[in-house]
């Protein structure tokens, strides 16, 4: 294990996946079976999604950006649409827009939990939005009867980008049945994996059935089925790629979709041990987590993120990572990356909140398999961090924070 030089403590990083020897287990018994790509792990998986999300359908595909890119597909979206998204989010989010040649329009996030806005949305509506992405930043599930009830009323299709919030729910609801379809991703860092991969969920079949096709080259019949019912023919029926995902992959996502609430749950203790630590160390003035919304929900709780006085945040970060703290920024605001800024003329002011946070933000380990000794470790880091830095900060007021 990597050890760092001040003070020999192993490495702590801000995600980690949880393999067991059940997992391993269930892996080697794919290899040494008949499919390894595209045979029954890939339905039973799809099945026991479908089931977890309460929805009619689940689509497995090679990743998180695979199945938003099917999305934006599936909707039929293409120049000339607008799709509205939060800045504050993974690129991939409004990647998969501009992929099919459509326009992202960036919206802001609320003030204290950073999830896309619904009075911003609707601010930013005109005759070509088509579709709304929300994406459940850090985990907490966005308010989707308000924006379920705006994109209604307008006509327009509501996407999750749930890739944080798999596990989670929204007044009693699980995440992946809250839109007109939803993306997942199971990269390791996320709340459970296959290593690299992603879903979709949707209760629309037709959705469902373009997203299949979108999967494997815009065909209309996948190998297993043409062996099953015996026929040589298949058609192309519109341009699609190879984003499947592999039976070695759905023998690990079947095996890690079982354990995925407790790991949720324990997620949640170990954010609520945060909270309690950094008030008990007197510390919530100077880092403050980000807060909850009023609705009743369960938070993924893929990351827990604080805000730091944004003068104080370098000089926090670096002591953090000097201590053997893997801390991390999610995320610059996707409209202040230089692509965006480029070909769609994006940049500072276009959502204050978002690029105010950004300045703010430290995201901390967090990964079922971490002790709440190691929690104490990361709070204890900020209380040394934050003394150090008092010389240049200020202090993070309630209802001023952008
Ligand atoms: C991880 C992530 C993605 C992309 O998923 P990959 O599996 O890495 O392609 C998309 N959106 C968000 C919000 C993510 O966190």
């Known amino acids: 294990m990597n050890t760092n030089a001040r003070n020999s403590l192993p490495f702590l990083p801000y995600g980690r996946q949880m393999i067991s020897d059940e997992d391993i287990a269930a892996v080697v018994e794919v290899l040494k079976s008949d499919w390894l790509t595209t045979g029954p792990k890939v339905s039973e998986f799809e099945e026991a999604l479908a089931k977890f999300c309460t929805v009619d359908h689940a689509v497995v595909l090679s990743s998180g950006t695979a199945a938003l890119h099917a999305i934006t597909h599936a909707l039929g979206l ?6 509205i998204v939060p800045a504050m989010t993974f690129v991939a989010t ?19 939990t950073l999830v896309l806005d619904p009075g911003d949305v609707e601010r930013k509506i005109t005759k070509r939005t088509k579709a709304v992405i929300a994406v459940d930043y850090a985990g907490h599930p966005c308010d989707y009867d308000a924006l379920r009830e705006l994109c209604e009323s307008k006509g327009i299709r509501l996407v999750a980008d749930a890739c944080h919030s798999i596990g989670g729910s929204y007044k009693g609801r699980p995440v992946g049945s809250l839109a007109d379809i939803s993306a997942f991703s199971f990269h390791p860092v996320k709340n459970m994996t296959t290593g690299e991969g992603g879903a979709i969920t949707t209760n629309d079949a037709e959705l469902a059935a373009a997203v299949r096709r979108f999967r494997c080259h815009g065909v209309t ?34 095996s890690q979709l079982r354990r995925l609430p407790q790991w949720i749950q324990r997620r949640n203790e170990l954010a609520n041990t945060y909270d309690h630590l950094l008030s008990e160390y007197g510390l919530t003035e100077r880092v403050r987590p980000l807060g909850k919304a009023a609705y009743e929900m369960v938070h993924g709780r893929h990351l827990y993120v604080v805000r730091v006085p944004a003068a104080d945040r370098a000089s926090v970060f670096a002591d953090l990572r000097a201590e053997g703290i893997g801390v991390n920024v999610h995320y610059l605001p996707v409209h202040m990356h230089s692509f965006y800024r480029q070909e769609f003329g994006t940049g500072p002011g276009l959502c204050p909140v978002a690029e105010a946070a950004y300045e703010q933000l430290i995201t901390c380990p967090l990964f079922p398999a971490m002790t709440d000794d190691d929690v104490a470790r990361v709070v204890r880091g900020f209380s040394r961090a934050v003394r150090l830095a008092s010389s240049s900060g200020g202090v993070i007021e309630p209802g001023r924070i952008a």
């Open 78 to 83: 293409g120049p000339g649409d607008e799709v």
């Open 221 to 254: 019949a996948d190998f297993r089925e043409r062996m099953r019912s015996g026929s040589w023919y298949y058609d192309m029926v519109e341009l699609g790629y190879n984003y499947r995902l592999t039976d070695i992959q759905c023998a690990l996502g079947l």
């Open 94 to 112: 409004a990647n998969c827009v501009v992929f099919q040649g459509a326009r992202p329009v960036f919206a802001d996030v609320d003030r204290d």
